[in-house]
């Protein structure tokens, strides 16, 4: 597996600079250009993934790993609005859509919406814990066949 410090290369070469200079320079931003969140398995998760597949990201954070997504055919990115206003601004490939609700507000209201095939789409919920008094998990483990969740307690 790459290490942390050759995916953080990799990734921060894809971001373009004004990107990076948005989402590191707001208020309350607890990330930066060396410490992005937890890319390693978000790398191998792509390049896993056929590219031709749609992929949610519950929980994505500032969403820098979007980036690695960027040839996939959509990535949904779902973030709600911290409730100190963190993570206000999120990174944005051009194939992201940006949803800001938790995973219970998307798979209950956004989801049922939308015209997917569900055999090709990979949902991830890495590193998420139970906030708004959701499994997220749990969630998306019945919502989606293929998908990977991991938490760190």
């Given at each position: 597996?790459?290490?942390?410090?050759?995916?953080?290369?990799?990734?921060?070469?894809?971001?373009?600079?004004?990107e990076k200079y948005r989402v590191f320079n707001q208020a309350m931003c607890?990330?930066?250009?060396?410490?992005?969140?937890?890319?390693?398995?978000?790398?191998?998760?792509?390049?896993?993934?056929p590219k031709d597949w749609t992929i949610f990201d519950f929980g994505c954070s500032y969403n820098a790993q979007c980036?690695?997504?960027?040839?996939?055919?959509?990535?949904?990115?779902?973030e709600p609005i911290g409730d100190n206003g963190q993570c206000t601004e999120?990174?944005?490939?051009?194939?992201?859509?940006?949803?800001?609700?938790?995973?219970g507000e998307f798979l209950k209201f956004r989801f049922p919406k939308m015209d997917i095939d569900i055999n090709k789409c990979f949902a991830?919920?890495?590193n998420v814990p139970n906030w708004y008094g959701e499994d997220s998990m749990k969630l998306v483990?019945?919502?989606f066949?293929?998908?990977y969740t991991f938490y760190i307690a």
């Open positions: 597996m790459e290490s942390y410090n050759d995916c953080l290369i990799k990734l921060m070469k894809k971001i373009p600079k004004e607890d990330i930066d250009c060396e410490f992005v969140g937890f890319i390693q398995t978000y790398y191998v998760l792509s390049k896993l993934i980036y690695f997504f960027d040839k996939h055919k959509e990535y949904h990115a779902i999120l990174f944005h490939a051009e194939n992201t859509i940006i949803h800001r609700c938790t995973t991830i919920v890495n483990r019945d919502s066949k293929n998908c």
